[in-house]
């Protein structure tokens, strides 16, 4: 890489050292190559401003920030990026809240970092976009005259077409990836749904080898699948638990389910799953305690709302149901856990249900056999709709809205014999290893730094 890298996300790591997979990753990359990291604040602004501001805690490379007012907040980011585009490329359309606020909050927002962005930049720097927050920020880059190469990694699943159908926006969609050099997303899948959509434009051509041309511009996609840090998370499980096991066990069997609360997490039906589980199970069985551990999410967003009520509701009913004095059959624990408490429990449990019903990746598949003990592992119940599922065949895959398929999933893991699960492990924690964070990072970066570059735009769009 001849130039600088320069690396924007919507959220960046502010105080002390990054924790989380993802930031640690980019922190290390540019440890290494050093450049400037980019990312919003935590405070709001009063007005908008044109510059960015540098902070402190990059370690051998830059970190900077832009503020957004309130309304832009609730325009940009609440809006348009989660209220929008998150359910459309989580096959949730019914769930958008399409508002024309959001919409021009979201392309003033593009439009500034972008200009901020132009200040900056010389032609051999390369530049590294994250997420669906910035989709439209190469082409404004290309309307400012940027020539640098710009990439841009898509962590969540590439909608299908008929999902695109729903976005008033369609149009500049396919004009917003197109100013991109390398589109890089999760799976396979994703790449042939980002493909086919493309092919389904008439101004659509398919070059060779993952290049699209779109209009007069050339653009390549791939598929980069994310992982995580395994040996540094291997080595946390194995510390001493901060909570006492036999409390956490509750003299039972332990399944673990962790996520965000999201609609696209599938907890509802994992739930019900487990209820299925509970009501067919044969008497060689164990006795089972679910933890599900779900920190809050977008809390203001309505439809956040309405997940937490049903997620609720569903977990009294079951509880009360098939609850007894010496044992609560599901606790539900509504806040985050740090990653040194995470990592040890995941290792304890025997069972973890990761049943999104779309999910880009899921690094908490990865997470949990990373922590588990070779000699005696826990199972993996993965979805088939999450995009880890493409690598990780040797999960008990299934289908998350069956909740007897996942009833019978649970069954057939606790019965499941010591040396078949050693064996399922023992091939996971192989594509864990293999495909980690950092691989990730420099396959992407290298992929970039390879493709040929673009000339400024011949027409603008
Ligand atoms: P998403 O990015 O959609 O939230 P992922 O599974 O890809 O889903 O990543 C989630 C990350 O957040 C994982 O690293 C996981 O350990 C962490 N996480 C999720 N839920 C919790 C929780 N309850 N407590 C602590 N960390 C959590």
Redesign the pocket.
Known sequence: MTGRLIVLSNRIPTGGPPS??LVVAIHELLAERGGLWIGSGDDFAETPSESFQPVEGGKGYDKAIFDLTEAEYNEFYLGYANSVLWPLCHHRTDLIALDRQYAEGYARVNARVARMLAQIVEPEDVIWVHDYHFLPLALELRKLGVTARIGLFL?IPFPTLPDIEALPERDDFYYWLAAFDLVGLQTEADVARCLDSYRARPSGEMLFNGRVKFDDRAFEVRSFPIGIDGKTFTETAQKPITHNPVYIRANAKLILG???L?YSKGIPHRVRGFGTWLENRSPESPRATFIQ???PSRETVPAYQAIKRELEALVGQINGRYGELDWTPIRLIE???P?DT?APLYRLADIALVTPLA??????AK?FVAAQDPEDPGVLILSRSAGAAEQMTEALIVNPHDAEEVGDAIERAFMMPREERQARHAALLQVVRDTDIFDWGTSFLDRLNRVERKSPPAASS
């Open positions: 989380g997979g962590h962790v996520d965000r999201d551990i779900t920190p806040r985050g856990v990653r995470l999910d880009g990746m899921n690094l908490v997470e």
